[in-house]
């Protein structure tokens, strides 16, 4: 079973805050990751995606890649009570097709 | 405008009687799929569709059915729903050849089987 792990949370953090992500995966083969963001009743929307190691900066948002620790993570700087949801961490398994596999999911709550 | 459009958005069944879930996408996309989404769970893979008339089991296949006869529909059918099927159901569509592989979700079915 290839797996994606999260650290369920629930995570808070204080406005203006750095909030930090992480998701484990099994399959060593994978090779893109993606962040997606899901507020509560809503469908998730892609706010992040990378396959490269290292780092990848957008707005606020960095998403973190680390092969051959198996670890993905996704940093959201000043953090806002707008980032308040729920975050999906997924990976496409190696020998796929396109099969996505998500994580379960870390509940975040920015305190005003 | 780009979406991707699934009915009904709520749904309550009794255990037996046979449903569809609509799904269906404007943008021209080949590859569509459908994940459950249960609590502590997070989104799982029922079935995908690289294009029409290819589809492939996900992580939860079991239970459910699909059909791609056309590019832009890819309905969810369960022919003999159980109260374990009880869950929050999300169609995606993406372009194949899109490296970003950003998939565009549906509102949401939420199905209840009692």
């Known amino acids: 079973q290839k797996e994606v792990e999260q650290n369920s949370g629930p995570l808070s953090v204080p406005e203006g805050a750095i909030a930090s992500l992480n998701c484990t995966y099994s399959?060593?083969?994978?090779?893109?990751f993606f962040w997606y963001r899901q507020y509560s009743g809503k469908s998730p929307e892609l706010i992040m995606f990378?396959?490269?190691?290292g780092d990848k900066e957008d707005g606020r948002f960095t998403a973190q890649l680390n092969k051959a620790s198996q670890y993905v993570s996704l940093l959201i700087r000043d953090s806002q009570p707008s980032d308040s949801a729920t975050y999906l961490c997924?990976?496409?398994?190696?020998?796929?097709?396109?099969?996505?596999?998500f994580g379960s999911g870390t509940q975040l709550t920015v305190l005003p | 405008e780009a979406q991707v459009t699934q009915n009904p958005r709520y749904l309550i069944t009794v255990t037996g009687k046979k449903l569809t879930v609509t799904c269906s996408q404007n943008?021209?996309?080949?590859?569509m799929s459908w994940y459950r989404q249960d609590p502590g769970l997070g989104l799982r893979q029922i079935y995908y569709?690289?294009?029409?008339?290819?589809?492939d089991k996900g992580d939860v296949p079991e239970g459910y059915k699909v059909s791609r006869k056309e590019k832009r529909n890819f309905p969810l059918i369960l022919e003999s729903p159980s109260p374990n099927q009880t869950s929050l159901y999300f169609c995606?569509?993406?372009?194949?050849?899109?490296?970003?592989?950003?998939?565009?979700f549906g509102s949401g079915t939420q199905l209840s089987v009692l």
């Open positions: 990378i396959y490269s190691n």
């Open positions: 995606a569509s993406s372009p194949v050849d899109s490296r970003d592989e950003k998939l565009f």
């Open positions: 997924a990976g496409i398994s190696s020998g796929s097709a396109r099969q996505l596999t």
């Open positions: 399959d060593r083969g994978s090779q893109s």
């Open positions: 569709s690289m294009n029409v008339e290819v589809t």
């Open positions: 943008m021209n996309h080949e590859y």
